[in-house]
């Protein structure tokens, strides 16, 4: 007999997980809160559940799986091999049309902010005039507000230094990566960018940056926008598909899971297949071809 047609992901994705449970303890959720339904492994059932039809997908439900924060620490833990982000991620667009109105909508707009330059960037313009305030962290410290937190964590006013489009290799050359600067992680933390191709051009690689990068299609799809994640991962992977580079690399941990994800978002498509094979995190690769030595 064959196997029923799949809802939104394969059931042979969902038959890997044994139950073991050692990835309760690399899950921040599951530390955190103490509940099963909030581990990868109770996660992995409600999806199978609704997979199987046997569970609707209830405000309870969305939110167990929206506490999720797509970290994957749970995918190192795993003896099995489980591709939990693959399973969260095909789960997230199937229960987006089960929430109210206003919150699809909501949902939406935020990512059409996040995700288009001139909207992310007027959004985050008066966060910015008090990012990294000494007396914003005191604040979010004495009242306990993750917000405050975000917003202490922001950089100020001041613009992070552009970077070029090529930066050279110091010494022997190692290789040649494209850095993708990505859109929040651009908008909110660009010196992070800038200290990752410094340290990569000191560790030997050529750095390129190529100009009209857009976001990678990782924030639409944690909201559950797959159709605009894959068209922003096919103009991106365009982008990146043409620099014929040794490696594509990424310093945002959402970013870099989707970029590997490239070839089964976009079937089909060389130039995301390519992207895909080459996506490397920052430190990743800075472990595979060697610090560079301190300098004094």
């Known amino acids: 007999m064959s196997s029923p047609e799949a809802r939104f992901v394969a059931r042979e994705k969902l038959l890997t997980c044994v139950h073991c449970g050692l990835c309760l303890a690399a899950c921040p959720t599951y530390v955190e809160l103490g509940m099963e339904a909030d581990s990868p492994r109770g996660r992995i059932h409600l999806i199978r559940a609704l997979e199987e039809g046997q569970l609707v997908p209830t405000p309870e439900v969305i939110r167990h799986l929206d506490l999720c924060l797509g970290c994957r620490a749970c995918e190192t833990a795993c003896p099995s091999g489980v591709e939990y982000g693959a399973l969260i991620e095909a789960a997230r667009p199937y229960v987006e049309r089960f929430r109210p109105a206003p919150a699809r909508w909501g949902r939406r707009a935020l ?4 995700t288009t330059p001139a909207l992310r960037r007027a959004a985050f313009a008066p966060l910015r005039l008090v990012g990294g305030a000494r007396w914003v962290r005191r604040l979010a410290r004495r009242l306990g507000s993750p917000w405050l937190a975000y917003v202490a964590a922001l950089q100020g006013a001041a613009r992070a230094p552009g970077l070029p489009g090529v930066l050279e ?22 010196r992070t960018n800038v200290a990752t191709a410094r340290l990569l051009q000191r560790a030997g690689v050529r750095v390129v940056v190529p100009r009209g990068q857009g976001c990678c299609g990782a924030v639409a799809i944690h909201l559950g926008a797959a159709e605009r994640a894959r068209t922003l991962a096919r103009s991106l992977a365009s982008v990146l598909g043409a620099s014929e580079a040794d490696w594509v690399v990424s310093n945002a941990a959402g970013c870099g899971a989707l970029l590997r994800e490239y070839g089964s978002l976009l079937p089909g498509d060389p130039a995301a297949a390519a992207v895909g094979a080459r996506a490397r995190d920052a430190l990743a690769l800075l472990a595979e071809v060697g610090l560079p030595p301190p300098s004094r």
């Open 111 to 114: 990512a059409a902010v996040l």
């Open 169 to 190: 290799p110091e010494g022997r050359p190692r290789g040649t990566a494209v850095l993708l600067t990505g859109c929040v992680a651009e908008t909110a933390f660009g």
